[in-house]
């Protein structure tokens, strides 16, 4: 039956990061930094309001675009935390997770043919949304010599007549890489300058260690009218298996977006609903809490690399490190196939995310103190057999 299947979903490669979970997964005695979920349980208060509204039977469809209640919650949140103002009623849309805000943002956008620029090393969907839309993913590459950051004139050089798009996400998955204000402040010039619409991923926005707070590029000037801000509930508030996520932006691609939601969605869980609603009224203890939590195990893990011998740039953002492992003279995948096969612990490629991402690995630190302790006990030993063997070399 393959000839049956579409062709452009044939020509696209199954997610980087669950061929190696799956492996892990059927192995006795693995460490996983894999996967970016947070390893602390949806606060009990998110919990409890969602337990509450099935108790009072508020289990019924909501409206396609979110319940009215929940979408007003989403824009004060936006206007307090970034200084975006938007119109809860034509300018706010509840996903299922931001993963659905990334597709339905392409398809709302591209024609056959447009270009999209997507910046990398980046999540494993961009390019994949892209593609089902119909558009064409262009490459904007990234480096460790600039900390990930995208530079005006890397996205000048991959510029064309066809450009309609640009994907960007700080902070970053895969990298932890953030962007500042002055940094985007020089993108948005170009963005502006070429007329292109800007999707920006910010689903990691509350979890930034930097001295200042999160940036979004929409609240720059011209950009608030050409940007479509995802985020979600996922990280932030540990409530990824929730699968609640919205999208903000301008009110005609918004309506886009919510006609394709209509269609294939109806609309998103209505018990998570509840619970997003309590989150955003009172779940800023709890990520405050987390948030501190994960900047001591980002510090603790840099802090192993370098006593282990791995250069990484000091990611400060998401809960994710990129360090390199290039010195080492073998591929991302087979540095992490060989890691997993001896040592049972299980990090992710970094060309999963990008050919640029080649030579680096992503580590998750989303997990227990005590599994991070773990993972550098394992990886310090595997790098020091290398080291001694000199392999790959």
Same mark, same amino acid.
């Given at each position: =039956? ?8 044939? !020509? ?14 059927? =192995? ?38 979110g319940m009215p209640e929940l979408r007003a919650e989403?824009?004060?949140? $936006? ?46 969907? /961009? ?70 619409? %800007?999707?920006?991923?910010?689903? /990691?926005? &509350?979890?930034?260690? *930097? ?11 011209? =950009?608030? &009218? ?21 999208? %903000?932006?301008?009110?005609? @691609?918004?309506?886009? $977006?919510?006609?394709?939601?209509? /269609?294939? @969605?109806?609309? *998103? ?15 800023? !203890? !709890?990520?405050?809490? $987390? ?9 603790? $893990? ?17 809960? /994710?490190?990129?360090?390199?492992i290039s010195r080492f003279g073998m591929t991302s ?29 992503? %580590?998750?630190?989303?997990?227990? =103190? ?10 310090? &030993?595997? @790098? ?10």
């Amino acid at each position: =039956m393959r000839d049956f299947v579409s062709k452009a979903i044939r !020509g696209i490669p199954p997610s980087g990061i669950r061929k190696f979970f799956d492996i892990a997964s059927e =192995m006795g005695d693995v460490i996983s930094l894999g996967v970016g979920e947070p390893d602390f349980a949806t606060p009990d208060n998110i919990r409890d309001a969602a337990i509450l509204s099935m108790q009072k039977k508020g289990t019924k469809y909501t409206s396609n675009a979110g319940m009215p209640e929940l979408r007003a919650e989403i824009a004060r949140y $936006m206007h307090s935390q970034y200084q975006l103002s938007y119109n809860p009623d034509t300018q706010v849309l509840v996903t299922v997770g931001a993963s659905e805000g990334i597709d339905i943002a392409m398809r709302a956008i591209a024609d056959p043919g447009d270009e999209v620029l997507v910046v990398e090393p980046c999540f494993v969907s /961009y390019k994949p949304c892209v593609q089902m839309a119909g558009g064409v993913p262009v490459p904007v590459t990234t480096s460790a010599a600039n900390n990930f950051r995208v530079t005006p004139d890397e996205i000048e050089a991959k510029l064309t007549s066809k450009t309609k798009a640009i994907i960007i996400s700080y902070p970053s998955n895969p990298t932890g890489a953030i962007m500042e204000r002055a940094d985007l402040e020089k993108i948005a010039a170009v963005i502006r300058e070429r007329d292109i619409v %800007c999707i920006s991923d910010e689903i /990691y926005s &509350e979890l930034t260690y *930097a001295d200042g707070d999160h940036v979004s590029i929409a609240s720059l000037p011209g =950009m608030y &009218e050409r940007t479509v801000v995802l985020s979600g509930f996922s990280k932030a508030f540990a409530m990824t298996g929730w699968r609640l996520g919205y999208a %903000c932006g301008p009110r005609d @691609i918004l309506a886009a $977006m919510t006609k394709i939601h209509q /269609y294939i @969605i109806m609309c *998103a869980p209505t018990t998570a609903q509840y619970g997003g609603l309590e989150a955003l009224r009172g779940g800023a !203890g !709890g990520v405050a809490d $987390m948030r501190k939590e994960y900047d001591e195990r980002r510090r603790f $893990m840099l802090d192993g690399f370098e006593k282990i011998g791995i250069d990484c740039f000091e990611a400060k953002g998401a809960f /994710y490190l990129f360090p390199s492992i290039s010195r080492f003279g073998m591929t991302s995948e087979g540095f992490c196939a060989k890691l997993l096969r001896e040592k049972r612990l299980a990090v992710i490629p970094g060309n999963a995310f990008g050919d640029c991402g080649e030579g680096h690995i992503r %580590c998750s630190y989303a997990y227990s =103190m005590d599994n991070l302790e773990e993972a550098l006990s394992r990886l310090g &030993e595997f @790098i020091a057999g290398l080291t001694e063997k000199g392999a790959g070399k």
